[in-house]
C-alpha cells in the first residue's frame, strides 16, 4: 500500500519518518509539490494544501492529523465520497482537561486578581467564591469535552454539560440540543467550549448566548476561533457581562497583532496550544487505523460530513 503523509511546516520529514518506521510494509512518503503524484492509497495530512487530493486521485481514505476537520471538508479537491477519519483524544484530552482545570481555577480562586495585586505590592484578601455556587458548562462532550468535564467533576465542580445528543456523564448535568442550550448557559458560572466548527456551532457563543448567562460569568474557548462572534464577546466583556474570558483559538490564525483580546484586561489569550498534537501517539493512532482499513475491519472516528463532524 501507498501512503502520502502532509505536515505543515519544517516537521514534515520527521513526521513521515516516523510513520514510515510504523508501517514498514506501506511505502510512505512526504507530500511534496515537484513530485510525481505517488497514487497513494491513504493520505494522513493536517491541513494540506488543496492539489494534494487534485494530483491524487486513487485515494481510498484520509486520516486527519487532528481532531477538528472543518479545513478538510472545505477542501473543494476532496472528494465527497472518501472516507475521512479523525485523531480519537491521542493524547490530546488529558492536555485539555489540565488546560482547562487551570483556567477555571484560575478565575474561581482569583488568581489573575492577586497576580495583579502582587504586581502593586497591594495585600488585598478577597471574599472567596462557594463551589457549591459555581457551575462550570461544557459545550462539547466528545473526546475533549468528555475529559473535561470529569476532571472537572474530579476537582468537585458543580458540572453541567451541553451536546448533540444526550450525553449520561456520571456527576454531569445534561442538556441537549438547541433548545437545552438557554437553559444550560442560565446555570452556567463558568463555561469551556469544546465544540468542532460546523454549520450549526459557528457564531454560537454570541451576544444572546452571553446574555443567557449570569452576570459576571467566565468564557473559556478551546473549540474553535469561529464558535465565538468576537466582536460580542468584547461589548459583553465591556458591560461586564461577561467578566473574563480565557482564549486558546481565533477566527484568525497567528492572532492578528491589532486584535483587541491581545491586550484586553479581562482576556487571556494562549496560542492553540491547549491540546497539542502529540506525534507519536497520533501517528501510533493513524498506523493502526490504515491497517484496519486495508484489512477490510471497522475503523472508529469516521467523519460524518453532514453533520460536519
Ligand atoms: P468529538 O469527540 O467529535 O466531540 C464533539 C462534541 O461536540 C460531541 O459531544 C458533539 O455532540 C458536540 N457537538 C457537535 N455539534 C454540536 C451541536 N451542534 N450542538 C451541540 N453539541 C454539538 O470531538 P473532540 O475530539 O472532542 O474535539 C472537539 C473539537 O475540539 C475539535 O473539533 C477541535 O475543533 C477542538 N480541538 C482543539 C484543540 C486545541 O488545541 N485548541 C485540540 C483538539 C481539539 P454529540 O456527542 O451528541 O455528537
Ligand atoms: C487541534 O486543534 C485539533 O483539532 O486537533
Same mark, same amino acid.
Do not use: C
Given at each position: 500500500?501507498?501512503?502520502l503523509l502532509y505536515f505543515p511546516g519544517?516537521a514534515l520529514? !520527521?513526521w513521515? +519518518?516516523?510513520l514510515?518506521?510504523? *508501517?514498514?510494509?506501506?511505502?510512505?512518503? @512526504?507530500w511534496?509539490?515537484?513530485? /510525481? $503524484?505517488?497514487?497513494?492509497?491513504?493520505v494522513a495530512a493536517f491541513r494540506p494544501p488543496?492539489?494534494l487530493?487534485?494530483?491524487?486521485?486513487?485515494?481510498?481514505?484520509v486520516f486527519n492529523l487532528a481532531a477538528g476537520v472543518e479545513a478538510m471538508?472545505?477542501l473543494?479537491?476532496?472528494?465527497?465520497?472518501?472516507?475521512i477519519?479523525r485523531l480519537?483524544?491521542a493524547?490530546?484530552?488529558?492536555?485539555?482537561?489540565?488546560?482547562?482545570?487551570?483556567?477555571?481555577?484560575?478565575?474561581?480562586?482569583?488568581?489573575?486578581?492577586?497576580?495583579?495585586?502582587?504586581?502593586?505590592?497591594?495585600?488585598?484578601?478577597?471574599?472567596?467564591?462557594?463551589?457549591?455556587?459555581?457551575?462550570?458548562?461544557?459545550?462539547?462532550?466528545?473526546?475533549?469535552?468528555?475529559?473535561?468535564?470529569?476532571?472537572?467533576?474530579?476537582?468537585?465542580?458543580?458540572? !453541567?454539560?451541553? +451536546?448533540?445528543?444526550?450525553?449520561? *456523564?456520571?456527576?454531569?448535568?445534561?442538556? @441537549?440540543?438547541?433548545?437545552?442550550? /438557554? $437553559?444550560?448557559?442560565?446555570?452556567?458560572?463558568?463555561?469551556?467550549?469544546?465544540?468542532?466548527?460546523?454549520?450549526?456551532?459557528?457564531?454560537?457563543?454570541?451576544?444572546?448566548?452571553?446574555?443567557?448567562?449570569?452576570?459576571?460569568?467566565?468564557?473559556?474557548?478551546?473549540?474553535?476561533?469561529?464558535?465565538?462572534?468576537?466582536?460580542?464577546?468584547?461589548?459583553?466583556?465591556?458591560?461586564?457581562?461577561?467578566?473574563?474570558?480565557?482564549?486558546?483559538?481565533?477566527?484568525?490564525?497567528?492572532?492578528?497583532?491589532?486584535?483587541?483580546?491581545?491586550?484586553?484586561?479581562?482576556?487571556?489569550?494562549?496560542?492553540h496550544?491547549?491540546?497539542v498534537t502529540v506525534r507519536?501517539?497520533s501517528l501510533?493512532?493513524v498506523?493502526?487505523?490504515?491497517?484496519?482499513?486495508?484489512?477490510?475491519?471497522?475503523?472508529?472516528?469516521?467523519?460524518?460530513?453532514?453533520?460536519?463532524?
Amino acid at each position: 500500500m501507498r501512503v502520502l503523509l502532509y505536515f505543515p511546516g519544517s516537521a514534515l520529514q !520527521r513526521w513521515t +519518518s516516523a510513520l514510515a518506521a510504523l *508501517l514498514p510494509e506501506a511505502e510512505v512518503r @512526504a507530500w511534496s509539490a515537484d513530485a /510525481a $503524484p505517488l497514487d497513494a492509497d491513504y493520505v494522513a495530512a493536517f491541513r494540506p494544501p488543496p492539489e494534494l487530493f487534485a494530483r491524487e486521485n486513487r485515494v481510498r481514505a484520509v486520516f486527519n492529523l487532528a481532531a477538528g476537520v472543518e479545513a478538510m471538508l472545505a477542501l473543494p479537491t476532496l472528494e465527497p465520497s472518501i472516507p475521512i477519519y479523525r485523531l480519537e483524544d491521542a493524547g490530546m484530552a488529558e492536555q485539555m482537561a489540565d488546560y482547562a482545570s487551570y483556567a477555571v481555577l484560575r478565575w474561581y480562586r482569583d488568581f489573575d486578581v492577586y497576580a495583579g495585586q502582587a504586581a502593586r505590592s497591594e495585600w488585598k484578601q478577597l471574599k472567596p467564591r462557594r463551589k457549591a455556587d459555581f457551575a462550570v458548562g461544557v459545550l462539547g462532550l466528545g473526546e475533549m469535552g468528555g475529559a473535561v468535564a470529569r476532571r472537572l467533576v474530579a476537582l468537585g465542580f458543580p458540572v !453541567r454539560g451541553w +451536546s448533540r445528543t444526550r450525553h449520561p *456523564l456520571k456527576g454531569v448535568s445534561a442538556f @441537549a440540543g438547541p433548545d437545552g442550550l /438557554a $437553559p444550560f448557559l442560565a446555570g452556567s458560572s463558568a463555561i469551556v467550549a469544546t465544540l468542532p466548527l460546523t454549520a450549526e456551532t459557528r457564531g454560537i457563543l454570541d451576544r444572546r448566548a452571553f446574555a443567557a448567562m449570569p452576570a459576571g460569568s467566565f468564557v473559556v474557548n478551546v473549540g474553535r476561533g469561529d464558535l465565538v462572534v468576537d466582536t460580542d464577546l468584547l461589548e459583553a466583556l465591556d458591560s461586564g457581562q461577561v467578566a473574563g474570558a480565557m482564549l486558546d483559538v481565533f477566527a484568525t490564525e497567528p492572532l492578528p497583532a491589532d486584535h483587541p483580546f491581545w491586550h484586553h484586561p479581562r482576556v487571556t489569550v494562549t496560542p492553540h496550544v491547549s491540546a497539542v498534537t502529540v506525534r507519536d501517539a497520533s501517528l501510533a493512532q493513524v498506523a493502526e487505523k490504515i491497517r484496519r482499513f486495508d484489512r477490510g475491519e471497522p475503523v472508529t472516528g469516521r467523519v460524518d460530513r453532514d453533520r460536519g463532524y
